[in-house]
């Protein structure tokens, strides 16, 4: 990854997907509450890993022309 975004502000900071973010997505995108809204059905574990690779990979790319970011606090 080139320059990992990273935006901190007193009460969460935005930041590029890690890995290690697999479990605090999938309990968004596997929460019925949640997934009623967006453009996409409950993901499985599966999933969810396969969504944070992607927004990896998307960090990566030379430009970097998309950017998906995960919240976590200061």
Wanted: with cysteine; hydrophobic share 35%; charged share 30%.
């Amino acid at each position: 990854m080139g320059h990992p975004l990273r935006l901190m502000t007193p009460r969460a900071t935005l930041r590029d997907f890690l890995p290690t973010d697999v479990e605090g997505l999938l309990g968004i995108v596997d929460d019925e509450r949640v997934t009623r809204w967006p453009s996409f059905d409950n993901r499985d574990r599966d999933r969810a890993e396969r969504m944070i690779g992607t927004a990896r990979a998307a960090a990566s790319a030379q430009p970097r022309t998309e950017c998906y970011v995960g919240v976590a606090s200061p």
